[in-house]
């Protein structure tokens, strides 16, 4: 039977699946749920994630669960209902499919193995441009959908010195930096990991025998190929004009975007500009900064790279390291923080109240303090007040 070909494969890759850091999100998804989506940008480690769940929780040979992946042609032929069906019957309870987006009709398959199989759970992954309840309302009150990010500089450091570093919430590093600094720095030296963190770190594939910045580079082509193009169903021959656009965002540096010049450069309307600019943020290339209030579909006043290492994978550009360090920490505070700026402000506002600024402590001590300013610093390891050491950012998941 051809279910048997794909108990071998998941056995095999279960086996050899070792994943050397526990990503936080394991605890945070309630596994109750019947339907789990995950989304995720490409390469932040969505196949391993799901191996390490089966790896935790089913033996090696218990049949019960199955991993399955929608780039295999046989599902060309048979809709991810029907080999569910066959699965159940024969007693199978939890199914991961990897990459569910592959199947054309994947919402409607997925309703149906919902309606149909009351005793089994599907856990999928899917890419982050996927708007799993905006553009499916099939789906809503189903599927339960959670985001799988790059490592932080937490799990990054836990990696490479086999510590266990736990993670702290925003207050948490606000109020007592300085203690949690001291539970930390006899340990380790953050400032050794640092700025490699900052060049390569977020993506896990850091860690394969492979150029870093290559990589990197195949996997932001696959993001506009597959990502942006396949899901959101965009003729091929506009693929040149979004890789353009991402470019020359890329190349300006963290700014407001002049949508006017943009659209001339890449000859089409500005509302089309903006729409690729979105496009950009859902694939996680770029993230757009507005003033507090104001959302999409109005003009950022600010595009930034999503995270540290797209800017020094993108080539020529000269990183600028305040640049670096301002990226690090919108990409670190986005994952639970809602994050605004205007134009006319050099600070950050961080979920409607909290003003930050980024700051180079070897500048900065010549320099006034505001009181109601907090100053997230880099290249310094330790702070004190209102004064944080920027890398503690890195411990927030």
């Not at 699946?17 to 932040?44: P, S």
């Not at 450091?157 to 702290?168: A, V």
């Amino acid at each position: 039977m051809k279910i048997e070909a794909f108990y071998r494969t998941h056995r095999y890759l279960v086996e050899h699946t070792n994943a050397k850091v526990r990503r936080i999100l394991m605890d945070e998804i309630d596994w109750n749920d019947r339907m789990i989506g995950i989304k995720g940008t490409r390469g932040v480690g969505k196949t391993t994630f799901l191996l390490q769940y089966a790896k935790e929780n089913f033996d090696l040979n218990d049949r019960q669960c199955l991993y399955i992946n929608m780039n295999n042609f046989y599902f060309q032929g048979m809709g991810i209902a029907d080999f569910a069906g066959d699965f159940y019957h024969q007693g199978g309870r939890t199914l991961l499919i990897d990459q569910v987006f592959k199947q054309p009709d994947w919402v409607k398959e997925l309703k149906k193995c919902y309606d149909l199989y009351s005793g089994l759970k599907i856990v999928f992954t899917g890419s982050s441009v996927m708007r799993l309840k905006e553009e499916n309302p099939e789906l809503n009150g189903i599927v339960k959908s959670y985001n799988l990010r790059g490592f932080s500089f937490r799990e990054f450091i836990n990696l490479l010195t086999g510590n266990e570093f736990k993670p702290y919430t925003l207050e948490e590093i606000i109020n007592n930096h300085e203690r949690i600094v001291k539970k930390i720095l006899p340990k380790v030296s953050p400032a050794r990991y640092f700025r490699d963190y900052v060049h390569h770190g977020f993506y896990p594939f850091f860690q394969e025998q492979r150029n870093y910045s290559e990589n990197l580079l195949k996997t932001m082509n696959m993001m506009t190929e597959v990502d942006i193009l396949l899901i959101k169903q965009i003729e091929l021959k506009y693929l040149t004009k979004i890789k353009k656009l991402f470019y020359e965002l890329a190349e300006a540096g963290p700014k407001a975007p002049n949508i006017s010049n943009l659209a001339n450069d890449i000859e089409t309307s500005r509302a089309t500009v903006m729409n690729y600019i979105k496009y950009l943020a859902d694939a996680r290339l770029i993230n757009m900064i507005y003033p507090v209030g104001e959302t999409f579909p109005k003009k950022p006043s600010k595009v930034m790279l999503h995270n540290s290492n797209l800017m020094y994978a993108i080539y020529p550009i000269q990183v600028e390291v305040q640049d670096a360090m301002e990226t690090f920490f919108v990409n670190t505070m986005w994952k639970d923080h809602k994050i605004n700026q205007s134009g006319r402000d050099n600070f950050y506002t961080v979920d409607d109240k909290m003003k930050f600024k980024i700051a180079d402590a070897q500048i900065q001590h010549k320099q006034r303090y505001s009181q109601d300013v907090i100053y997230a610093r880099y290249n310094t390891e330790v702070g004190r007040d209102n004064l944080i050491p920027l890398w503690l950012l890195g411990f927030l998941y």
